[in-house]
């Protein structure tokens, strides 16, 4: 669950800095280009007019404005060298980095004295609403119950389609008597009390904004339910639009099927409620299955359960290169993507990166190789190395006009076959000599990333608010079966432009203090700030990005990092809201991250994230004099969780349960995630309330027909992987809201599963992979040894030992030869990563002769489905 957009940003700067590293040998690097004499021409300091208030930069060879403090920006303080451009803005400049550069604005507040508001990151006048040509209200869809609030936003586009943000916003009107408008009814967001029955969806909702005006559907269920019966509405979480045919099934405690029925063409079904604690459970073979335990006649019998779209059965999203880069003979960097629906629930990995690039290329007169994502921007002067294509993927969900091969918008977002989000990038300039090299040995990747995040400075942020999509089904790889995502001749063209009136650079640095570091076989080691706003209807949209690590001392607190006074504080660059961006609220998540998976193969990716919403600008802050302070604490690592893959009891579970081994030290309102991913990216999310954690529950059969995904859907049929989420959801989204349960998630009474990005104030994670076993010693068949020598596994995913949160052991057992039949050899103890040493016993010689090692759990049975390897050798 570790966010992706922040693992592509990292990604990336790792790669940059590994380049750099790759070139660290390969000769001088070219000079910068010389221009004509100028005035501002210079070597060193002495050259400029004033020492005391330029600066020689080196790297263009050109006099600076410089500064210590704020006051050296002013007209008072330069007198004759004043500069023009922080005389003629609103803001003055700020000192940033020893330069003086013209302060942006990230809020309307900013600006409110000069009666004027903040646009693309400087005070000017507000935008007319007789710009606006066209408007979405989002969600454009909704069905929700009788009595229940439901709140629309409303987006605006000019005549060219472009973004744009009236600071009026829009006049709400309802437009039947199935909804009431509450509040004033104006303002670019407005809530609406779902009042009246309707037979299907109506449209009820409207919003003018200018000459503008757009609407949204609704239906309004009944607010009874007879009793003895349960009522679930099943929909499309990303479009709102009801699934018809899902399959809703309710099981007993014991996972048995007591009642089953479809949904209705409304999303819609009833059927007999449990009478005990159970399940409920949605399949549906085009989207992820859901499984909510039940409390029985406790539990709500009205349920809203969203469902999202297999990730990786269409893909599509856009294509395009970055116009405007900087010219010098730095290198030219950057990150492309496009909007997540919400930093919490999970992305497709490789929807998200799409195809990775193995790039050739030359410098230095020697031949050298670079892995980059799809989204990635490199020029490197001196070299041959010109990656200037990028590429991002995106999730289905709404469009407003049909896409190529669809009879319409509707007919398109029924068959997953569109998308609307926000392509957004991040480039600039990197100095090649002001990046970390590395050489040989281990990458302490965290370490690497706090050097290189400063130089952010040089970045800017470019967005395209409103990107329309078309996806196409997802052909499989003729050679691995993989999703293939290679072609891409049906991506909408997008490019980013970073000329000075396009670009927003990221000029708010401050730090934020990060509460207490939480453990995992250790104190975590990394601390990441993703910078982001969140767009009504697009998703979150990243502006910025910080990095800590916790390495010297690892203890409770980021290290200090430079310019900072104390331990526990993190740097962060972040450009403000802009490009029609403005007005939407601003986040910073911050994650705390483990890389014990990368010392021991038996460790799994483990992460915890708090997510601050209550910025209301950004400050400027860049000695961190008044931090950013997020409320504590971090959650706690879900540890202990199990799951019985098989019918039969088994491992102290009964057949198909799910449940932890002991109590886990989480809060009390927690929500707990379990996420089953098969082969295909397609899913099965089962969520419990932690009261429950050590009972669990039993997973019913899926219906006939639909594959039971907590397999992998490979020949051997090998389990799923499962990750484990705890999540902490407040109302208001923030940590100020009231808390909400399971119960309070699924009950339909307007806070769902639909906004759980939005309402997720805290979460951690444990993604222990699959459990497998592979030969380390001998490393090939046919290979020959000592008769009582040892050989060597590696075990991935699987806790090695005899402790409580232990899983087993691996087993090795013989097959051919003399003497060997009958003998085992149990293996625990874990060296490194994830090695385990077997020995061979004295007895066992003879000529191919297979070793079979398998894993076995603390009663010494085979997992099921079996995990085992086979190496066959000479045993003289």
Avoid at 172 to 200: K, N, P, Q, Y
Avoid at 313 to 322: A, L
Avoid at 518 to 542: E, F, K, N
Avoid at 831 to 855: D, F, I, K, Y
């Amino acid at each position: 669950m570790n966010p992706p957009l922040r693992l592509a940003l990292c990604a990336v700067l790792l790669s940059f800095s590994s380049l750099w590293t790759a070139c660290g040998d390969a000769g001088p690097l070219p000079e910068a280009p010389v221009d004509t004499p100028r005035t501002d021409a210079c070597q060193v300091d002495q050259d400029c007019p004033d020492p005391g208030l330029f600066f020689c930069d080196t790297v263009t060879s050109t006099c600076k404005a410089a500064c210590k403090t704020q006051e050296d920006c002013t007209a008072a303080k330069r007198g004759q060298y004043r500069l023009a451009e922080c005389d003629g803005s609103a803001l003055g400049c700020r000192c940033d980095s020893n330069r003086c550069v013209v302060a942006q604005c990230s809020a309307d507040a900013e600006c409110a004295a000069a009666g004027q508001v903040c646009r693309n990151g400087g005070c000017g006048p507000a935008p007319e609403a007789s710009a606006v040509a066209a408007c979405r209200v989002t969600p454009d869809f909704v069905v929700g119950r009788e009595g229940t609030l439901a709140r629309f936003s409303v987006l605006a586009m000019d005549a060219a389609g472009r973004a744009v943000v009236v600071p009026s916003g829009a006049a709400w009107t309802a437009l039947d008597e199935s909804v009431v408008v509450e509040g004033g009814g104006t303002g670019v967001e407005s809530a609406f009390v779902l009042s009246a029955v309707t037979e299907g969806a109506r449209e009820s909702v409207q919003a003018r904004v200018g000459g503008a005006t757009c609407s949204a559907r609704v239906s309004v269920l009944g607010a009874a339910v007879v009793p003895g019966q349960l009522r679930a509405v099943v929909k499309d979480e990303l479009t709102g639009r009801p699934i018809a045919g899902a399959a809703v099934v309710v099981a007993d405690a014991a996972g048995a099927v007591t009642a089953t029925a479809q949904t209705d063409a409304s999303g819609v079904v009833t059927l007999a409620a449990p009478v005990e604690a159970g399940s409920v459970s949605v399949f549906h073979e085009d989207f992820g299955y859901l499984t909510v335990a039940h409390e029985g006649a406790a539990g709500p019998r009205d349920l809203a359960l969203p469902l999202r779209r297999n990730p990786t059965d269409r893909y599509g999203g856009y294509k395009g290169t970055f116009r405007n880069m900087p010219v010098s003979a730095d290198m030219h960097t950057g990150l492309a993507g496009l909007s997540a629906p919400d930093a919490v629930t999970d992305v497709s990995a490789s929807l998200l990166a799409g195809p990775v690039r193995e790039v050739a290329f030359t410098m230095g007169g020697q031949a050298r190789e670079a892995t980059l994502p799809a989204g990635a921007y490199v020029v490197l002067p001196g070299s041959t190395l010109a990656v200037t294509d990028v590429s991002a993927q995106g999730l289905a969900g709404v469009c407003g006009a049909a896409p190529e091969g669809s009879a319409s918008a509707e007919e398109a977002m029924a068959a997953g076959a569109c998308g609307t989000r926000t392509a957004w990038a991040l480039g600039g300039d990197i100095p090649l000599n002001a990046l970390p090299l590395v050489s040989g040995g281990t990458v302490d990747v965290g370490q690497l990333l706090a050097q290189t995040i400063p130089l952010l400075r040089t970045f800017s942020s470019s967005v395209v608010r409103d990107v329309e999509f078309r996806l196409k089904e997802t052909p499989p790889d003729p050679d691995t079966g993989a999703p293939d995502y290679r072609d891409q001749a049906h991506f909408v063209t997008v490019d980013h432009d970073f000329k000075e009136d396009q670009r927003m650079g990221l000029g708010f640095q401050f730090a934020v203090r990060v509460p207490a570091l939480p453990s995992y076989r250790g104190y975590m080691d990394s601390a990441a700030v993703l910078g982001a706003v969140r767009v009504p209807g697009r998703g979150v949209v990243p502006l910025g990005l910080g990095m800590g690590v916790n390495t010297n001392p690892a203890d409770l607190n980021t290290d200090t990092q430079v310019g900072l006074p104390a331990p526990g504080l993190v740097s962060v660059r972040m450009a403000p809201a802009h490009h029609g961006l403005e007005g939407s609220p601003y986040e910073l998540m911050i994650t705390a991250s483990s890389s014990a998976a990368s010392r021991d193969a038996t460790a799994g990716a483990a992460s915890s994230a708090l997510i601050h919403r209550t910025l209301r600008k950004l400050p400027f802050d860049p000695k961190g004099t008044t931090p950013v302070v997020v409320a504590g604490p971090f959650l706690p690592v879900p540890e202990g969780a199990r799951y019985n893959y098989n019918r039969v009891a088994g491992r102290g579970l009964e057949g198909r349960q799910l449940r932890f081994l002991g109590e886990p030290e989480l809060p009390a309102a927690t929500v707990l995630r379990a996420v089953f991913t098969n082969r295909a990216e397609r899913r099965w999310v089962v969520l419990m309330d932690v009261a429950r954690a050590s009972t669990g529950v039993r997973l019913p059969l899926p219906p006939e027909g639909l594959e039971d995904r907590t397999y992998y859907g490979d020949t051997v049929g090998s389990r799923s992987p499962m990750g484990m989420q705890a999540l902490v959801v407040r109302r208001t989204g923030t940590s100020a809201g009231a808390a909400v349960n399971l119960h309070g998630l699924v009950e339909a009474d307007g806070v769902d599963l639909e906004h759980l990005g939005e309402l997720t104030v805290a979460w951690s994670a444990l993604d222990q992979g699959r459990p497998l076993v592979t030969w380390l010693e001998p490393e090939e068949d046919g290979q020959s040894v000592t008769k009582g020598s040892k050989v060597k596994v590696r075990v991935l995913g699987f806790r090695v030992g005899s402790g409580p949160l232990d899983e087993g052991s691996v087993r090795l057992t013989f097959s051919g030869g003399t003497g060997c039949e009958g003998s085992t050899v149990n293996g625990y103890v874990v060296e490194g990563r994830g090695e385990v040493e077997l020995q061979l016993p004295t007895s066992c010689t003879g000529a191919g002769v297979q070793l079979n090692a398998t894993l076995v759990d603390p009663e010494g049975v085979e997992l099921s489905p079996p995990v085992t390897s086979q190496r066959t050798v000479t045993i003289n």
